[in-house]
């Protein structure tokens, strides 16, 4: 009875947009279209709430065609701690990772190779080629946009299939940039990666005039019937770098909704990267213990 109470509460939440768009898209008609602040009220109301999460997690990396899959028993305790246990086939530990807001720590347990590391995100960005600090991971790990915020007068709003997608305005001076490309001209997921439009120099010299914010264009689709976030992408226009999150499988929680599959895609800027990570199992708002010990016969590195 209570589980369905608390599936009842969770369709009242999708209001009658969500049960007005799923009509709509069973008769093939289109989605109604929305505002942004419409939107990502509408995607806040059914955004998981947690305070503690726990993943098993099939994970498969590809970098510069090297594959690695492994099992990633991760756990989260909000705006706090990402705790993380590395598994590969053969079932033995071989990392442990902890990530807080300012620190990021490994056990690498390879034999061979065992030593502990501890920086900041600054080095770990580097090594990773992707710039993800711990409230990127956790945005990641949780299912929500990346870097959205709350500020809808930022982004302008369009029906994309049975998508909306939110795409953030940008200055005059980026569409130069961008050969006469507006936002609206962004609202297709499956679109090519941007790129300058500009011959070298002009381009350069426009680019060191620019806030560095102003030149990382900003798009995110959302679920037309749950609001659930679908798609991400990321365009730097000053590195190159094309950054991509795609989720799919809805896993119902009494405290809302987990993607139950997360593929994270960069390329350019000298990164070739896809990342598929797969539920297996998890549970929400139960505490864990994060156990990191480092042995003292570890070596220690500052660099990785």
């Given at each position: 009875m209570r589980r369905l109470v608390y599936i009842l509460?969770?369709?009242?939440?999708?209001?009658?947009?969500?049960?007005?768009?799923?009509?709509?898209?069973?008769?093939?008609?289109?989605?109604?279209?929305?505002?942004?602040g419409y939107i990502i009220k509408h995607s806040e109301k059914n955004a998981l709430d947690w305070d503690w999460l726990a993943f098993k997690l099939d994970t498969?990396?590809?970098?510069?065609?090297?594959?690695?899959?492994?099992?990633?028993?991760l756990r989260m305790a909000k705006d706090s701690v990402i705790w993380a246990s590395?598994?590969?086939?053969?079932?033995?530990e071989v990392a442990r990772i902890k990530l807080e807001p300012d620190s990021v720590r490994l056990i690498s347990k390879i034999p061979m190779n065992k030593f502990v590391y501890e920086e900041d995100y600054e080095d770990f960005q580097g090594f990773l080629g992707v710039p993800f600090d711990f409230y990127t991971?956790?945005?990641?790990?949780?299912?929500?946009?990346?870097?959205?915020?709350?500020?809808?007068?930022?982004?302008?709003?369009?029906?994309?299939?049975?998508?909306?997608?939110?795409?953030?305005?940008?200055?005059?001076?980026?569409?130069?940039?961008l050969g006469g490309i507006d936002e609206r001209s962004l609202t297709v997921k499956n679109s090519e990666s941007l790129t300058?439009?500009?011959?070298?120099?002009?381009?350069?010299?426009?680019?060191?005039?620019?806030?560095?914010?102003?030149?990382?264009?900003?798009?995110?689709?959302?679920?037309?019937v749950s609001f659930t976030p679908t798609v991400d992408i990321f365009d730097d226009l000053q590195s190159g770098l094309?950054?991509?999150v795609e989720r799919s499988g809805l896993e119902e929680h009494e405290e809302g909704f987990l993607p139950k599959y997360t593929i994270l895609k960069a390329i350019g800027d000298g990164v070739n990267l896809e990342a598929e990570l797969e539920i297996r199992r998890s549970k929400v708002n139960k505490e864990y213990d994060l156990p990191f010990d480092p042995p003292e016969d570890y070596e220690r590195k500052t660099r990785l």
């Amino acid at each position: 009875m209570r589980r369905l109470v608390y599936i009842l509460l969770g369709f009242s939440l999708l209001g009658f947009a969500g049960c007005s768009n799923a009509k709509r898209i069973a008769e093939g008609k289109p989605l109604r279209p929305r505002d942004p602040g419409y939107i990502i009220k509408h995607s806040e109301k059914n955004a998981l709430d947690w305070d503690w999460l726990a993943f098993k997690l099939d994970t498969k990396i590809e970098v510069n065609d090297a594959k690695e899959s492994f099992t990633l028993n991760l756990r989260m305790a909000k705006d706090s701690v990402i705790w993380a246990s590395l598994t590969p086939a053969l079932g033995v530990e071989v990392a442990r990772i902890k990530l807080e807001p300012d620190s990021v720590r490994l056990i690498s347990k390879i034999p061979m190779n065992k030593f502990v590391y501890e920086e900041d995100y600054e080095d770990f960005q580097g090594f990773l080629g992707v710039p993800f600090d711990f409230y990127t991971f956790q945005e990641l790990f949780s299912g929500a946009s990346l870097g959205l915020g709350q500020d809808n007068e930022k982004f302008i709003s369009k029906v994309d299939g049975d998508d909306y997608v939110l795409v953030e305005k940008f200055p005059r001076k980026i569409k130069k940039l961008l050969g006469g490309i507006d936002e609206r001209s962004l609202t297709v997921k499956n679109s090519e990666s941007l790129t300058v439009i500009l011959n070298q120099r002009r381009g350069n010299r426009v680019m060191d005039r620019t806030d560095s914010e102003d030149l990382l264009i900003k798009r995110y689709w959302f679920n037309g019937v749950s609001f659930t976030p679908t798609v991400d992408i990321f365009d730097d226009l000053q590195s190159g770098l094309t950054i991509r999150v795609e989720r799919s499988g809805l896993e119902e929680h009494e405290e809302g909704f987990l993607p139950k599959y997360t593929i994270l895609k960069a390329i350019g800027d000298g990164v070739n990267l896809e990342a598929e990570l797969e539920i297996r199992r998890s549970k929400v708002n139960k505490e864990y213990d994060l156990p990191f010990d480092p042995p003292e016969d570890y070596e220690r590195k500052t660099r990785l």
